[in-house]
Structures are given as structure tokens and as C-alpha cells.
């Protein structure tokens, strides 16, 4: 961490919003009160001649973020989903930092290209065209298999990625510690665990060997979803920072004019999208992470495809439960149920008063059910809901934070294809499905057979661990020794319930 390095960057921030016209557009989207105008402004009018000067062609906003580089860019991509946070204009300027950012040249990509994959381009491709998306991070072409005439599409990192990101993120964890050090009352925030976070799934997009891997596992994961599809990889053409995919045409998810004309009906689309997202999360526990607009097109029998599997979020099944557990308490409106979930997963400090914490959840769960989803105010909820967490002391949970920032993406996903939609209603048969199938009679004797299994590995090691504890017997008077009961007893029990272990699966599939 170098820190003049970062209050540099920090300082060159504000310069930028101030530079590029940006810093009003920021600040009267988010409504900032005079105070926080106020001081953004001290910060930086002063140093408005350090900020980049960027592409003046683009709006501010984006000028802005595309000047600061790569992880700005992605904070970008976030904000474009939520035009109800941000609104309307600032949403759609924000939209071209999906995938129409400026790229890099195709001398440059097709260099990078023969030195990953180790042979000359010709002998790969017939034809390999201009860029036909950039985004924050890679670029993608489309190209012609030379030995087959089979049509891909190449992703290639850009040049120097690897060390613009590193800038950014150094800077984040800088101003991570300076919260740590001069806000106390943010802690419970946790901003370096959440920096850290954040840091190192997005080192995964730098590997798209790991970006591979992850296209390989989602798409077994989905084979036999109805409506969704992934291009697959063809891994001998893939490597570090190299990957590449069959190709799949279709319209991009937040082009509605030509979704229409096509025939496509946008409410399913809407819906499907919710739904997929909550079926890959709680089935699976695997889910992509990165589901804005750039990242999903439509096919012409109306699939969903999704590209960019460089953020992946993974949830245990214990975590995915207790998520199942608050959505389905939001959904039947039982606010009492979702505080107790959230006490018994320790998601609020013991000392705290449940009915008084259900009591704050109903207010914020009963605006918004039975009403149009285009008469929600979200910046307002969640600016509600982090203020329930404030008060009673809930810290954040980093291995939710990929789940909880998705959903939001989602969910601006789907209103920007139909500003009406419900998403409770929209996932009450999803969550439904997947608490009768995870809590209950059958999954609990699901778990017991899991958990038998794993005490059954002790059995080949019974009767060395017998024979130890005899011997330990006669040197009982050692005090580091353990007692008998209490190193035969693992293995005996997993002698014993090894056989009901295999039973008991064999019974349930």
C-alpha cells in the first residue's frame, strides 16, 4: 500500500468529477444533501487540473468513470441497471460502459492472441475481425476456425489490465483503512473485508483459464434449464489471457425497440431472467454474477444467453437456506420468522430485541407488496434497510455481498424490460420449491446420511485406535492423555452409521 500513491489517486477522483462535469451529474442523482455537495466540492474544485481530462465526446458521467480506469468503469456498470436509484439519464449514459467502451487495436489483440495460444494466427483462424464489444476489462472478435469454418467469438484481455486494476484497487484499500481509522461507526461495515472481497473475485477475471473453468461448471449446472443457454468454450483455444467460445447471435438484453420488433415477449423475459437468477443461486449455489445487460442477449427462439463468466458467486447450502428462509418470511409477510432467521444465523448481535427488529422489517416489507414495482422507490429502500442494519448493529457479510449486489443488478435488469414487475411474485414459486426440497422431513434425513457418511470414514480405523487407547489406559495418570470413550467413540459411531449412511442415500437419490 502506498500511500501517497493513493491520496493521490483519491485527491485525482474528485479532481476528475469536477473536471469532466460529472460531480453535480453524481451528486443529484443520489439527491446528496448540501453538506455532502458542500464537501465533495472543497475536495475538489481546488484540484480540478489533476483530474483526466477523458473522452469529451461521452456524457460526464461516463467520461468520468472511463477516465478513472477499470474498477471505476465497474462501478459503472452496477449504477446502469438501477435507473431508479440513479435515474433515468444517468442510467442510460452509464449503459455504454457495458460492452462499448473504447478498444484497443487488432494488431495488439491478434499479438496477444498467437503469443498465448503459442502457434501463428493464420494456422488458427480464416478470418478475425475489428472488436465487436470492449468492455472494463477484455475485448471480444468475432473469428472463422480455420479448420473447421466454424464461426467464435475470442476474448482477449486487455494490454497492461493486470496493473491499472492494481492502481484502483490499491486506492480502495486506502480509503477502506481511513474509514477504519476516522469513522468508528463504520466498522461494523467492514470495509476492508469487503475490499478484499471484491479484490479477489475480480483477480479471477484476470485468469481466463479460471474464467473457463467457470463457463465449463455453470453450463453443466444449467444443461436442462428451459430458455437459457451458454456458448461453450473450446478450451485448446483458451488460455490465460486468451478465450474462446463458440458463437451465439441474439439481441442484447437492453435493446427493447429491437427485443419488440423481433417478437419477443418482454414480460417472460423479465421474469425468466428473475427466476434463473434465484434457481442458480439456492439450487445451485453457483451463479452469475455479472448479469447486466452487456452480459445477456436474446436468441431467435427466445433463449437467454448469457456471456462473461468472470464473476461467480458461490454460496453454501447452509447460507443458501437462510437466504430461503428470508425471502420466503418476505414473501408469506411473516416478519417475525425472518427476524428469528436472522438471530439463529447470528446476522444480529444476540443482545437485540427480535420483535423490535420484525417490527422495523415489516416497515420495510409492507410498501412494497401489492403495489407496482414502477411505484417503488429502491434508492429509498435500501437507504431504509441500511439504516435497520445500522441500528441494530449488523455487520456485513462478505459472503453475501456478491448475492445480495446481483440481485440488485437483476432486479434493475428486469424493470428496465418491464418497469411493472413484481419480483415477489415473481419469486414465490422458485423459493417454494426450493424450501420444500431443502427444509424439511426429507432434506433432514438427506443430512443425516451426509453427515453419517463422513463419521463412517473413522471405521477402517477402529481397531488401530482401540488398540492406542488400551495402551493409553496403562498411562492414565499422563495428563495430556486422553481418556478411552474419547478416542473410540468417533470411530465407533461411524462404524455404526456407515451402513445406515448407504442405506439411507440409496433410499433418498
Do not use: C
Not at 217 to 240: C, H, I, M, Q
Not at 398 to 427: C, F, K, P
Amino acid at each position: 500500500m502506498r500511500g501517497p500513491h493513493n491520496i493521490i489517486r483519491l485527491i485525482r477522483t474528485g479532481a476528475t468529477l469536477e473536471r469532466t462535469g460529472a460531480m453535480n451529474v453524481v451528486l443529484d442523482a443520489f439527491e446528496a444533501p448540501r453538506v455532502i455537495r458542500f464537501l465533495a466540492h472543497a475536495l475538489g474544485k481546488p484540484f480540478w487540473w489533476l483530474g483526466y481530462k477523458g473522452d469529451p465526446k461521452m456524457p460526464p458521467a461516463t467520461r468520468a468513470l472511463t477516465a478513472l480506469g477499470p474498477a471505476y468503469i465497474k462501478f459503472g456498470q452496477v449504477l446502469s441497471t438501477r435507473p431508479d436509484v440513479v435515474g433515468d439519464e444517468l442510467a442510460v449514459q452509464l449503459r455504454v460502459l457495458q460492452d462499448k467502451l473504447p478498444p484497443f487495436s487488432k494488431a495488439e489483440a491478434l499479438a496477444e492472441v498467437e503469443r498465448e495460444l503459442g502457434q501463428p494466427v493464420a494456422e488458427i483462424f480464416s478470418e478475425f475481425s475489428e472488436p465487436i464489444a470492449a468492455a472494463s476489462i477484455a475485448q471480444v472478435h468475432k473469428a472463422k476456425l480455420a479448420s473447421t469454418g466454424e464461426d467464435v467469438a475470442v476474448k482477449v484481455l486487455r494490454p497492461n489490465i493486470e496493473r491499472a486494476f492494481r492502481k484502483d484497487v490499491d486506492a480502495f484499500y486506502f480509503a477502506a483503512r481511513i474509514v477504519d481509522l476516522f469513522a468508528p461507526g463504520a466498522r461494523r461495515l467492514r470495509p476492508m473485508e469487503v475490499i478484499e472481497h471484491f479484490d479477489g473475485v475480480v483477480r479471477g477475471e484476470l485468469d481466463l483459464r479460471l474464467e473457463s473453468a467457470a463457463a465449463s461448471e455453470y453450463a453443466a449446472n444449467t444443461k436442462d434449464d428451459t430458455g437459457f443457454w451458454l456458448p461453450p468454450v473450446l478450451w485448446s483455444l483458451s488460455a490465460r489471457r486468451v478465450m474462446t467460445l463458440s458463437w451465439a447471435d441474439g439481441i442484447p438484453l437492453g435493446e427493447n425497440d429491437a427485443l419488440d420488433a423481433a417478437g419477443h415477449n418482454r414480460r417472460d423475459l423479465a421474469e425468466r431472467v428473475l427466476r434463473l437468477f434465484l434457481l442458480h443461486a439456492l439450487r445451485d449455489g453457483y451463479f452469475h454474477a455479472d448479469m447486466h445487460q452487456g452480459n445477456l442477449k436474446v436468441a431467435a427462439n427466445g433463449d437467454i444467453i448469457a456471456y462473461d463468466y468472470g464473476i461467480m458467486g458461490h454460496i453454501d447450502e447452509y447460507t443458501r437456506r437462510v437466504y430461503a428462509e428470508i425471502l420466503f418470511g418476505f414473501i408469506r409477510r411473516d416478519y417475525k420468522r425472518v427476524a428469528e432467521v436472522h438471530f439463529e444465523a447470528g446476522y444480529v448481535p444476540a443482545h437485540q430485541d427480535v420483535d423490535e427488529f420484525a417490527r422495523a422489517l415489516r416497515a420495510v416489507g409492507e410498501p412494497i407488496f401489492g403495489m407496482d414495482a414502477s411505484h417503488i422507490s429502491m434508492g429509498r429502500l435500501l437507504s431504509y434497510l441500511f439504516e435497520v442494519t445500522e441500528r441494530f448493529g449488523m455487520e456485513t457479510r462478505t459472503e453475501l455481498i456478491l448475492l445480495q449486489r446481483t440481485m440488485v443488478v437483476v432486479e434493475g435488469v428486469a424493470r428496465s424490460l418491464d418497469d411493472h414487475i413484481n419480483i415477489w411474485e415473481v419469486a414465490r414459486p422458485v423459493v417454494e420449491d426450493y424450501i420444500k426440497q431443502s427444509i424439511g422431513p426429507r432434506a433432514a434425513l438427506r443430512d443425516f446420511a451426509k453427515t453419517a457418511l463422513v463419521l463412517a470414514r473413522f471405521g477402517p480405523r477402529l481397531p488401530t485406535l482401540v488398540e492406542d487407547a488400551l495402551i493409553a489406559q496403562t498411562h492414565k495418570d499422563e495428563p495430556d492423555n486422553p481418556g478411552l470413550m474419547q478416542k473410540v467413540l468417533p470411530a465407533a459411531i461411524g462404524a455404526f452409521v456407515g451402513a445406515a449412511a448407504v442405506l439411507l442415500i440409496a433410499t433418498l437419490g
